[in-house]
């Protein structure tokens, strides 16, 4: 990898480190992949190109909608050049189509269509396995915001989900649901992190509801690479 700084951070999916300028750091994206709190691990060969590939895409298509991303550029395959951020220890979800913990926690049937998209808050905290919050636990118990920031982080969400929903439909792909992290840049204003891949999007192909996401690695679905490339694929012919 190009300019490696010293290592800030390391996730299950990512490295970051940082370079000579504080206000920029580097994403490097690797091949593997865990589930259930890293319970399940393994390899998806070429991930880390694919979801910098589609991150760059989406984060390229969020910017041209006026919404503010860490997105700096790709310098190489499977590594993303990003703003430095103050990360907010929250992970967001968006749901469109009923699936995953949503179906588990409350016994609805997976593909049942929400009226609504219906937005989420889990506790980003491995050793606690990331337990969901409510508003008040996140403003009053936890407070990792305030309410007004609370309100900011939603209306934005909700945003991206129909930019993003907009362009799925154009890979023929149904955005089933997906998760998001936010964090505050210098000058305290609020900016999406993280990545948009695969990995953390549920993506169905529109025709025949075929799983072409990380799910297929969580429940040993097979083809799991083949369906990362067909998503990368998709989303740079669209
Ligand atoms: P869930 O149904 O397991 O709660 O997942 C909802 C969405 O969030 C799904 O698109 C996968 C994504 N996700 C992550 O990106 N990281 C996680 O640790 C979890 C649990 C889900
Ligand atoms: N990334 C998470 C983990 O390793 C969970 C998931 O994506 O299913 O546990």
């Known amino acids: 990898m190009s300019n490696k700084g010293e290592k800030l951070y390391e996730g299950k999916a990512k490295v970051i480190y940082g370079t000579e300028d504080p206000g920029i750091v580097h994403a490097y994206f690797k091949d593997d992949a865990t589930a259930f709190n890293a319970l399940k691990k393994g390899t998806i060969a070429h991930k880390g190109t694919v979801n910098a590939t589609v991150s760059t895409r989406l984060f390229r298509l969020l910017a041209a909608e006026g919404i503010r991303t860490h997105f700096i550029d790709q310098p190489a395959p499977n590594e993303l050049r990003l703003e430095r951020l103050e990360m907010i220890p929250l992970e967001v979800v968006v749901r469109n189509i009923a699936a995953g913990s949503l179906c588990k926690r409350y016994g609805i049937p997976a593909g049942q269509v929400l009226e609504e998209p219906l ?19 996140v403003t009053q118990v936890l407070k990792i915001v305030t309410r007004p920031e609370l309100q900011q982080i939603k209306d934005l969400t909700l945003k991206i989900n129909q930019a993003l929903h907009v362009f799925f439909v154009r890979c023929n792909l149904r955005l089933v649901d997906f998760k998001l992290e936010y964090g505050w840049d210098a000058n305290k204003a609020l900016v999406l992190g993280d990545e948009i891949s695969p990995d953390n999007c549920r993506l169905w192909d529109v025709t025949d509801n075929r799983v072409l996401d990380k799910d297929r690695f969580r429940m040993d679905m097979g083809d799991v690479e083949s369906s990362y490339q067909e998503v990368m694929k998709r989303v740079l012919e669209a």
């Open 119 to 137: 937005v989420e808050f889990f506790y980003k905290a491995d050793d606690l396995q990331d337990p969901m919050l409510n508003d008040d636990h």
